[in-house]
């Protein structure tokens, strides 16, 4: 079993659709969460980290819910810009290795 | 260009060679982190330094893989023997201690394809 497991889609939506990813973890000493965004044949970079009380960044809302091992993020009024893939992403400590889910592929399309 | 920077940005070679690859990290950051990802998959943690000291290496790095941060600035990967099974994108990443979030931040990456 993967440490991380996320749905890999692809998500094909219309402009303006709602999304929802999800993502569980398997290991409970995870410390830190995030979800990372990686464009096609491009480096990861962080959208947002996740935090227990849930976070909000414009469009972007993401969930924790420890309990359970589960994170989600919901994308709002979706772009064509926000086609890419969504990484999912647990730490055990502060400045160690990530552990990335495969990925959810997004396409936003007009 | 103040980010991470590596090279080279692709690599072909054939089954059986060494190759070398080289991260420049953000100049501030002492943690430098090494991952491979493969087509469809997250990346893989290999191994991270906090300036010259390698501090863990996953079961992934086999004895072919080596590496190193000599004087905690730039790190070199090395393959030795390289199989085709290493084909994939080679990255890098590195943060600064003490950093509030654990963000790190990603280089471009080195592609490398074994025939």
């Known amino acids: 079993r993967k440490e991380v497991e996320q749905d890999p889609g692809p998500f094909n939506v219309p402009e303006g659709a709602t999304v929802a990813f999800n993502c569980t973890y398997s290991?409970?000493?995870?410390?830190?969460f995030f979800w990372y965004r990686q464009d096609c044949r491009k480096e990861p970079k962080l959208l947002m980290s996740?935090?227990?009380s849930g976070n909000e960044d414009g469009r972007f809302t993401a969930q924790l819910n420890r309990a359970s091992q589960y994170i989600s993020l919901l994308i709002r009024d979706s772009k064509l810009s926000d086609s890419a893939t969504y990484l999912c992403?647990?730490?055990?400590?502060?400045?160690?290795?990530?552990?990335f889910g495969q990925g959810t592929e997004l396409s936003v399309k007009p | 260009d103040t980010g991470v920077s590596q090279d080279p940005r692709h690599k072909i070679t054939k089954r059986g060679q060494n190759v070398t690859f080289r991260c420049d990290p953000i100049?501030?950051?002492?943690?430098l982190y090494w991952y491979r990802q493969t087509l469809g998959q997250g990346p893989e943690f290999l191994t991270y330094?906090?300036?010259?000291?390698?501090?863990?290496k996953s079961r992934l790095l086999s004895d072919r893989f080596s590496a190193e941060r000599p004087k905690g600035s730039f790190s070199t990967l090395e393959i030795q023997r390289t199989e085709q099974g290493d084909s994939a994108m080679y990255l890098c990443?590195?943060?600064?201690?003490?950093?509030?979030?654990?963000?790190?931040?990603f280089g471009p990456g080195t592609r490398l394809t074994v025939l």
């Open positions: 990443a590195s943060r600064e201690e003490g950093q509030e979030n654990n963000e790190q931040f």
């Open positions: 290991n409970s000493a995870s410390q830190s």
């Open positions: 330094f906090q300036n010259e000291a390698q501090l863990e």
């Open positions: 100049s501030e950051h002492n943690r």
């Open positions: 996740v935090y227990s």
């Open positions: 992403v647990v730490s055990y400590n502060q400045g160690g290795k990530l552990i």
